[in-house]
């Protein structure tokens, strides 16, 4: 201990480092002089540390042993654990809950020479204990300040947990459903993925890092990692600079003018070279061209893979180019605390650029406030008043009901009638508590969800009759990534046709299981899994009065049940409140306001299908005697459901579409919209334009506006969207913006598939 004091006291005496008593240990946790700005104390910090001790703060760990047990004594644990002694972790993940928290913080803190605090991360994708819905499904509301207060309480309940930095959002845009990961992000579209991922980033961080309320955000995957060729998880990524720069790279730069503090790269390679060793994406366009001046984390174990990637020879050379191209902290490939002081020490990485990573990685620890007071974060009583508290749950079951989306209500058999009416629920998902709570939420406990039938039962005045009809799944649930689907068992068909035989309506609950989607769930077929596409033609064949509400975490292929079931309501995986959005939307408590943030299509081979394409030289033609133009000879080039496509329980008319040039670089477009129907209701109002005539070929549409109207029936209102030159221009091949004089169009409608167009010209 007295070494301990001798190594400290100088190094606070040179710097101003304030001294605190924990356990009689005294420990340099803070540099105190106010005057000096987070960059002065950063730079002072940084002249007191060791070449090994800066590598440290570059190393993130995984939680390596339950850390209120036993010290490890032996093997990776142990090697690990002396490593955060000696202060050669700068970040660990995976640790939650105050306990946890607090001891290794006091590692850290207490047991290193300079008392650097750890920055604990952990995947706060769509809630932390309570779970919003997933960020799909939070998209198709449309509606970015239900999204920001989702981030909000997220960021709320897990600090409470001691944790301060989460590895979202994730900013992808993808245009594949197979994909399982389309689940994680804002969906196929540009503009309003820009638009969600700022939500999301000031929902997090809110407007000061300090504040114990917020956690730092991590936009991720930088970048391409949503075009994976082939849908499949993690593979090679193959885009033209066009759509690098008009359609990936946007929600990523609006992040960094939101203020995200971190970034992730991304499993795949760009132009042949892996993202994470990639000094184009991280260096040339992130931190100088966009001034990003946070840090950037690899994604778990990318650094290593780089040797899988055929691009570094080994574990040395992998550390050797990725932080020569910018990636500042290694998650879990153990490459650079093994491997970067020798690299310096023999002149292949300069000092300087662990240096420039270092300042990157203390900066945001300041601004979170970590070096003021590093327990900041582990205060069990006010973990225990908010964790699942009743605003916290009030919010997610707000986004739930503005995230489902009503697809399809023939002869309006929706809403349901509260009283008198014999109902027949049907479907395993009906009655789970855990898949609701979808892919990416491992803190959340298994059946903690509120199920359709217990959301149903709120409503006592029917008769409500439960039966499961076939397992989606088979076999334990947990975070696993193989589940065994039901292909083979009907035994409980019977009772499910029975039921619905009596019944005046059925509710159908099918789709996909939580697990089926996210990270490394790719599928290759998109439609109902196992016997539930069966299952769904026995009842119909008995009940043709059938409401299908969807649980799934991607667009599906449903082309049976669009030609057949009069009603389908896009329900996704919507968390904790799951059930009880469920039945407010389907009693009509709720007016659905929902629009698709991604393509429903008609078969899996139309994949990837989007709403923004290009025209090709060959377009669509309606004349059957051509034969040579761009289509299928086995199906339709439409989708299912069009991207912004939802339905509400009333209607409405758009009329009096004008455009007024204001300027050279600025238009203003006006609508007319009345509530033709019997219900108040909200309307998504888009926008969208194309540039007839460009230097880039420009796609056939693009949404470049909206906003969520409310009306009560038989009223009307005139919306007013403006154009600026931001909207109307695009980037060339050389990543240069442009705003081009020519020919445009402009639609406006309730989804891409508007019916109201105009013409202007720059």
């Not at 789709?511 to 539930?532: C, K, M, W, Y």
């Not at 299928?632 to 008319?653: K, M, Q, V």
Request: hydrophobic fraction near 40%; proline fraction near 4%; glycine fraction near 8%.
């Amino acid at each position: 201990m007295r070494i301990f004091r001798l190594l400290v006291i100088p190094i606070a005496m040179a710097i101003g480092i304030t001294s605190c008593k924990s356990q009689n240990k005294t420990v340099a946790v803070s540099i105190n002089n106010k005057e000096l700005s987070i960059d002065q104390k950063v730079n002072a910090l940084l002249s007191k540390m060791t070449l090994e001790e800066k590598v440290g703060q570059m190393n993130q760990y995984n939680g390596f042993w339950d850390v209120t047990g036993p010290t490890p004594a032996e093997g990776d644990a142990a090697k690990k654990y002396e490593h955060l002694r000696k202060g050669f972790v700068g970040s660990m993940l995976n640790v939650r809950g105050v306990k946890e928290v607090r001891a290794v913080q006091k590692i850290a803190v207490e047991e290193t020479r300079l008392g650097i605090p750890l920055i604990i991360g952990f995947d706060v994708i769509h809630g932390y204990k309570t779970i919003s819905p997933i960020p799909l499904a939070e998209a198709a509301s449309w509606d970015l300040d239900a999204i920001k207060k989702s981030s909000e309480v997220a960021a709320l309940e897990s600090s409470v947990a001691g944790i301060n930095w989460t590895f979202a959002p994730m900013v992808d845009i993808s245009r594949d459903a197979r994909w399982g990961r389309v689940m994680e992000g804002a969906g196929e579209d540009t503009y309003l993925g820009t638009k969600i991922a700022v939500a999301r980033v000031q929902g997090f961080q809110g407007e000061d890092l300090s504040d114990k309320a917020t956690i730092v955000a991590c936009a991720k995957h930088f970048a391409g990692y949503g075009f994976s060729e082939s849908g499949r998880d993690y593979n090679t990524v193959d885009v033209g600079t066009s759509t690098l720069n008009n359609i990936i790279f946007p929600p990523f730069k609006a992040s960094v003018d939101a203020g995200v503090r971190t970034f992730m790269n991304s499993f795949n390679e760009l132009n042949g070279i892996p993202a994470t060793g990639n000094t184009y994406l991280q260096r040339d366009v992130l931190k100088d061209q966009w001034n990003f001046n946070g840090f950037v984390v690899s994604d778990w174990g990318s650094i290593k893979e780089m040797i899988a990637h055929g691009h570094a020879k080994d574990l040395k050379q992998a550390a050797e180019i990725s932080v020569n191209a910018g990636s500042d902290m290694d998650m879990e490939s153990y490459a650079y605390v093994a491997e970067l002081s020798k690299l310096v020490k023999e002149n292949k990485v300069s000092e300087e650029f662990i240096d420039d990573a270092v300042k990157r990685i203390l900066k945001v620890k300041y601004e979170l406030g970590l070096f003021d007071d590093p327990y900041k974060y582990c205060d069990e009583k006010r973990e225990k008043e908010i964790t699942g508290n009743k605003a916290i749950n009030e919010a997610v079951l707000d986004v739930a009901k503005k995230s489902i989306v009503l697809l399809k209500n023939e002869d309006n058999v929706l809403p349901l009638k509260k009283n008198g009416q014999k109902i027949a629920l049907i479907g395993a998902l009906a009655a789970d508590k855990t898949s609701p709570l979808g892919s990416w939420r491992i803190a959340a406990d298994d059946n903690t969800a509120v199920s359709v039938l217990e959301g149903m039962q709120n409503y006592p005045n029917n008769t409500l009759t439960y039966a499961k009809g076939a397992d989606v799944v088979t076999g334990k649930t947990e975070f696993a990534f193989e589940l065994k689907i039901n292909t083979t068992d009907k035994s409980e068909f019977e009772e499910a046709i029975t039921i619905a035989k009596q019944a005046d309506v059925v509710v159908m609950v099918l789709g996909e299981h939580g697990f089926q989607s996210g990270e490394a769930r790719s599928r290759t077929n998109i439609d109902l899994p196992g016997v539930q596409q069966e299952l769904l033609e026995a009842v119909y064949a008995v009940n043709k009065n059938i409401v299908l509400v969807l649980n799934n975490g991607r667009p599906l292929t449903i082309p049976w049940a669009d030609k057949h079931i009069p009603a389908i309501v896009e329900a996704w995986h919507l968390g904790t409140q799951s059930g009880n959005a469920v039945a407010q939307v389907l009693y009509g408590d709720y007016n659905p306001s929902g629009k698709l943030p991604m393509t429903f299509p008609r078969s899996v081979g139309q994949v990837p299908i989007y709403y923004n394409h290009k025209n090709t030289g060959r377009p669509t033609t309606d004349n059957p005697d051509i034969v040579f133009w761009s289509h299928y000879i086995d199906e339709s080039n439409t989708p299912l459901y069009p991207f912004g496509h939802g339905l509400s329980y009333t209607s409405f008319e758009y009329t009096n579409l004008n455009v007024s040039k204001l300027s050279d670089t600025e238009v203003e477009v006006s609508v007319k919209l009345k509530n033709t129907g019997k219900y108040k209701g909200k309307e998504v109002v888009q926008l969208y334009i194309r540039d007839l005539f460009a230097s880039v070929t420009r796609p056939v549409k693009e949404l470049k506006g909206f906003k969520m109207v409310e009306l009560e029936p038989n009223t009307a209102k005139t919306i007013t969207l403006k154009l600026t030159s931001k909207e109307l221009g695009f980037f060339n091949n050389k990543g240069e913006f442009l705003l081009e004089p020519g020919d445009f169009k402009v639609f406006i409608g309730g989804s891409s598939y508007t019916a109201l167009e105009a013409d202007f010209t720059l």
